[in-house]
């Protein structure tokens, strides 16, 4: 059994419901001027956000001179920023206006394409832009499942739900019966949404490179592309600072369709990669992307017994 929220989380969950409440109605053109003006804020004073971003980007980038990944430090968390602000938007602003500040769809027809032979696709959706405007274009135009797991915070679950699944899409668990789901959708030729680039439970993934070194990566894909013969594509929502966002879908990384497992997760990061490469500063770079590894190599890797798979 769980432990009951503390008020202390329960009053910062109401708080955080109320600030995304009070901003659903801006344009995502003040949101990024917002963002702007806060993003340095939380540059300076988010210490653990801001040596996570920094050890990521030497890791990544180390072609690149020191001030120039500072820089690029700071406008990644300006774009971490501006995505929290824009949640709200995303979540319960007039669906009218969401639709209206996307201005590009680039790729579309992977997905249609996909759809006219029968085939279910899935959308790998890294961590960069804003990825709750790609669930609401997505669940607004395809059927759409996705999984979801509960925030930390339980005030903000109601909120988050009925903010995804307020243009039809369908949130399953993230256990076997969720996985159960997705195999239904891509059988009846839907879409579904994967977030690559979160570590999975031990026994759940494995060790593929991400940039140049190695990331524990999960292993769904391979096992629902295998069951279903479904397309792979990267989507994610780029935004367009002060105008509002653009819609990429890419061509999946070929390697992603391998049986081999390691070999699949190679290319579920190099997708990554290749969506990061659209503007690096809008990845969120503070999520620690090789804890797996280290912990590993410190000989006390975290094994839970539940595996997804």
Not at 10 to 30: F, K, V
Not at 107 to 113: A, C, I, K, Q, S
Not at 270 to 284: F, R, S
Request: contains cysteine; aromatic residues 8%.
């Amino acid at each position: 059994m769980s432990e009951p929220q503390s008020s202390t989380a329960t009053l910062q969950g109401r708080a955080i419901a109320t600030l995304w409440r009070s901003l659903a109605g801006r344009r995502p053109a003040m949101l990024w001027r917002l963002a702007r003006l806060t993003g340095p804020l939380v540059h300076r004073f988010s210490r653990r956000e801001r040596k996570v971003t920094e050890i990521n980007l030497a890791e990544v980038f180390p072609e690149r001179s020191a001030a120039a990944r500072r820089r690029l430090a700071r406008e990644s968390l300006t774009h971490s920023t501006a995505t929290m602000l824009e949640l709200g938007f995303a979540w319960m602003g007039e669906p009218q206006r969401v639709e209206a500040s996307i201005h590009e769809i680039h790729g579309r027809e992977l997905l249609d394409d996909a759809r006219a032979e029968g085939r279910g696709v899935i959308v790998l959706a890294p961590h960069f832009g804003n990825w709750e405007v790609l669930n609401f274009w997505l669940s607004s135009h395809f059927p759409f499942t996705a999984m979801y797991e509960p925030p930390k915070i339980a005030e903000l679950d109601t909120v988050i739900r009925r903010g995804r699944e307020r243009m039809g899409a369908s949130l399953v668990p993230t256990n076997p019966r969720g996985v159960a789901a997705l195999l239904k959708a891509l059988k009846r030729s839907e879409a579904v949404g994967i977030l690559p680039d979160q570590e999975p439970d031990w026994g759940s993934g494995v060790f593929a490179p991400f940039y140049h070194r190695l990331a524990y990566t999960a292993t769904l894909l391979p096992k629902l592309v295998a069951r279903t013969d479904a397309r792979v594509v990267t989507g994610v929502a780029r935004r367009l600072p002060g105008r509002g966002f653009a819609i990429h879908f890419l061509a999946a990384d070929e390697r992603v369709y391998a049986a081999d497992e390691t070999q699949s997760a190679t290319g579920v990061n190099a997708c990554v990669e290749n969506a990061i490469a659209l503007d690096p500063a809008q990845y969120q770079w503070e999520y620690k992307r090789y804890r797996k590894v280290i912990e590993q190599q410190q000989g006390h890797p975290k094994h839970k017994s539940f595996r997804l798979y």
